[in-house]
């Protein structure tokens, strides 16, 4: 099959009648390993949508309690804000909905199988190792795969998995091919099997430029296996792979950090300097419109999980009056420049978690939580809280450690994947005198796929 490089797109999307609906402005035939590390950097960089994957899924999630109609915010006239409202109330029906990722996730998918057909054959003209592109490429493959089963797919279910709806799988480029849904169970098996492949293949053991932290590694592909297994209920395979990387994954004191006006200091664990990043490709939620996060409220539900006395993430939200309603509102401070996919506090919450679920592990699933929480909360906090957690029993601990993952991950496109692989709870919201519930098990915690790829594929309602 003749590998083309299209270097840009008009459209792309999953089609019925064609592989991909794909218009190139222009096209060129790679033939060269640094052309392939071009493709699979416009993978990285230009296909891949850091800012929207998982950030705004907040706006689904329980963090979120209101939109900010503060004028001098700008949010109300954002382009992205009359759209945000139908995802804050889960009206998924409405034609206005803020679409989340799905076109530009593909597109990702198909400049990494780009790579994987052509770089055997590539000549060698740099330092560069085909293995290590033929790695990424799988490794990417895979995280955007876990994307769009997570958004559109059923919450992984072991005993159900096998025939739940997941989405296409895109694991070749051929204009002839048909896209139908595969079930949730092979979707994982094929993230798995493609995070395998990726190790075997790759050669950088870490990167340690800041400036390459955005690509894969063989410690980055470990831990985001950690965290599928950990959403795949396979604890002792994510306990295993989380705790065989601690050593190597430094915790920030945040007791060492002072808050100040830009909320920029270098070394906070979402920033992309930080000690903690081991993957920097997605952006954390950090508002619509301002160098800060202003676009949305904070619920009461989320403030209530925050030792305000002692939790020093506290210290980097903010309150301010509401210009409507004068009600004096709290909103999390964050500039727009962070980066924050795969991080060392997650490992140590994955371990945490996953050894709770195992006999005879709970006092080792006690340690990896006030491990972290010692470098979150004031000396006399993480005392109150060690104390506090040696007296939970299993579903105590789970409930904390999802209180933990709540607190630790605000406003970073964790929480509302969390609830759904877990309790699915209720979630109720007002908006004026209206009132929108999101029942308990509500099948609204399974996005609908995007309206713009049902047009353009049939198939999809196979």
């Known amino acids: 099959m003749k590998k083309i490089l299209y270097t840009f797109f008009a459209v792309l ?82 034609n206005n909905m803020q679409e989340y990722p799905w076109r530009e996730l593909y597109r990702a998918i198909f400049l990494s199988n780009a790579v994987l057909e052509g770089i055997d054959e590539a000549s060698q003209d740099s ?17 955007c795969h876990f994307a769009l089963v997570n958004f559109y797919g059923k919450w992984y279910d072991p005993a159900t998995a096998s025939s739940d709806r997941g989405v296409p799988l895109a694991l070749y480029n051929d204009i002839e091919q048909e896209y139908v849904p595969a079930s949730v169970g092979r979707v994982y098996q094929q993230i798995v099997d493609d995070l395998t492949t990726a190790t075997q293949h790759m050669q950088v053991e870490e990167q340690t430029d800041q400036n390459l932290k955005y690509r894969f590694s063989k410690k980055v592909v470990k831990a ?83 030792d305000q006395d002692n939790d020093c993430r506290w210290l980097f939200t903010q309150a301010e009056y509401d210009m409507e309603t004068w009600d004096l509102v709290r909103k999390f401070k964050r500039p727009k420049s962070c980066l924050s996919s795969i991080r060392s506090a997650e490992l140590y919450l994955i371990a945490a978690e996953a050894a709770a679920h195992l006999d005879g592990k709970l006092d080792q699933a006690k340690s990896y939580l006030t491990a972290l929480q010692d470098k979150r909360f004031t000396p006399d906090g993480a005392v109150a809280k060690a104390a506090e957690i040696a007296a939970l029993d299993q579903s105590g601990l789970l409930a904390e450690i999802a209180d933990e993952r709540a607190r630790e991950f605000l406003m970073q496109g964790h929480r509302w994947f969390d609830l759904r692989r877990t309790t699915r709870p209720q979630i109720t919201k007002t908006v004026g005198e209206q009132t929108y519930t999101l029942q308990a098990n509500d099948s609204r915690y399974t996005l609908p796929y995007p309206q713009s790829a049902i047009e353009s594929n049939p198939n999809l309602n196979n």
């Open 13 to 94: 999307t999953l089609s019925s009648c064609d592989y991909l609906d794909i218009d190139p402005v222009g096209q060129v035939i790679p033939s060269k390993v640094s052309e392939y590390r071009a493709l699979l950097t416009e993978a990285y960089s230009t296909a891949y949508p850091r800012d929207n994957v998982y950030s705004n899924t907040c706006l689904l999630s329980d963090e979120v309690g209101a939109l900010d109609t503060n004028p001098y915010t700008g949010f109300i006239v954002a382009s992205s804000s009359l759209a945000a409202g139908y995802n804050f109330r889960w009206e998924y029906s409405s």
């Open 127 to 143: 330092n560069e190792s085909k293995e290590q592109l033929m790695a990424e490429a799988y490794a990417m493959r895979a995280y």
């Open 224 to 306: 985001f296996e950690a965290r599928v297994r950990l959403y795949m209920q396979q604890w002792q395979e994510a306990y295993d792979l989380a705790t065989s990387l601690l050593p190597t994954c430094p915790l920030q004191d945040l007791n060492e950090i002072e808050p100040n006006e830009y909320v920029d200091d270098e070394r906070l664990p979402w920033m992309t300097s930080s000690v903690e990043g081991l993957l920097l490709l997605d952006r954390p939620f950090a508002g619509f419109d301002g160098d800060i996060t202003y676009g949305c409220i904070l619920s009461d539900a989320i403030i209530a999980k925050f």
